[in-house]
């Protein structure tokens, strides 16, 4: 049997030669016919001939696949190149390599060639191009084969090339500045944006809340803006920046690369390379609390968008889970929530945040009443810094938005 379940061997015009060359035989022993005789040996007998002239085209041909690359970011082009070897093609090679429809061509429309000789050397060099346009880690494979004979009488199909696999990283876009401090403790992520040299203190504020100590209160900045602004003084870098990636699937709207998932994940991918290129620490947790994020070195870093490569949709319904890391600021990235599970999310990490809350309403209107604003109200109620994004925004816009919105005037630093 063959790929797909088809049986290998005689063709339907080989099975009836054959059949039509014993009939004949038959005919001319009754009739005592030896010219009928031997036609119809003969063409009995040449079916036979093609099927041993397949089969030793099987045997002898090989088959090498090389992607490269073979880790692309969404969008990016992967060519595919095919290498033959073997002895001489005394018929043709049918070739069909697979290929999933998120990474290229259709699946029912694969890369197909027909190899009728190889060059004098016995090789033979076949190329095709990928384009991917849905993240994730996937096959491409397996090559087969089919050795069929001049006369197309006979056929055998093979495996030629095991599947290979294809990692098609989430897109990342470049990002300017961070969000300030929001002064809920000693080395929050924004520490590392108010420390500008050894014994330098920082002009930054921000708005009062309650808690504040009133002598951080900056207070000509305070007559300037007719409200209470607290100074960001300058602290050591200790923590970092603990970002929620939300991947609840009930959470997200929208198909294929366009839907609120991908759009969040594109969003953690450049905030995590944001601040890796700034030297800053950062862990990367899904919403059930599992760490994504491997060391902050290079080799780390393609980890991380390996990791993110293949993170697929969550079954959870709610944002509950284990305490987020003390001491450190937070992003929660994040897809439609509901009014009532703010609470929950609050509950992991009490002293506020930086939220960027996706309106999924925008990826899908057929989806039902948005309630987007009423989320973004009781994450503000709570001390969160909240940004609203809509599925036309990309994630630099939303990244802005985040950096200019938590402090009244902020420019953010590239």
Known sequence: MGPGGRISGLTTRGRCLLAGGGATSVCAVILDERDL???????????LLALLLASRTRRTVRAERTLEPPRVPVGAGVDVELRLAGGPLLGALRLADAAPDAAGPQADA?????????????????????????????RVGPLTG???????LAEFDQELAEPQRLVVLPRVVP?????????????????????????????????????????????????????????????????GMTLL??????????????????????????????????GEPVTLVTEDGVELTPPGSASGREQLLDALAGLRPSARGDLGGP??????EVLALLGA???????????????????????????????????????????????????????GMTPSDAWDQLVAGAVPGFVGRP
């Open 337 to 391: 929530v509901a009014p009532g599970q703010v609470d929950a999310l609050c509950a992991r990490h009490r002293g506020g945040g930086h939220a960027v809350l996706c309106d999924t309403a925008t990826w899908d209107p057929a989806g039902g009443r948005s309630t987007v604003a009423e989320s973004a109200s009781a994450l503000r109620r709570a001390g969160w810094h909240v940004a609203v994004a809509t599925a």
């Open 175 to 239: 990002l300017r500045g961070v969000p300030p401090a929001m002064g809920v403790g000693e080395g929050t992520a924004g520490a590392a944006l108010n420390h500008q040299g050894q014994g330098a203190t920082d002009v930054l504020i921000r708005p009062y809340r309650q808690g504040d100590e009133l002598r951080r209160v900056h207070w000509r900045s305070s007559a300037r803006h007719g409200d209470l602004m607290v100074r960001l003084e300058e602290r050591p870098w200790r923590g």
């Open 323 to 328: 305490e987020l890391t003390a001491g450190n």
């Open 146 to 152: 089919t050795a069929t004979d001049p006369l197309g």
């Open 37 to 47: 005789l031997r036609v119809g040996v003969f063409v009995a007998v040449l079916p």
């Open 110 to 138: 694969p890369p197909r060639f027909t190899v009728h000789r190889l060059s004098s050397r016995g090789t033979a060099t076949l190329t095709y191009p990928l384009r991917p346009v849905l993240r994730g880690v996937h």
């Open 245 to 278: 990636l939300d991947r609840r699937d009930s959470a997200h709207r929208g198909r294929g690369a366009d839907s609120s998932l991908e759009f969040t994940v594109s969003l953690a991918a450049s905030v995590c390379m944001h601040l890796f290129a700034r």
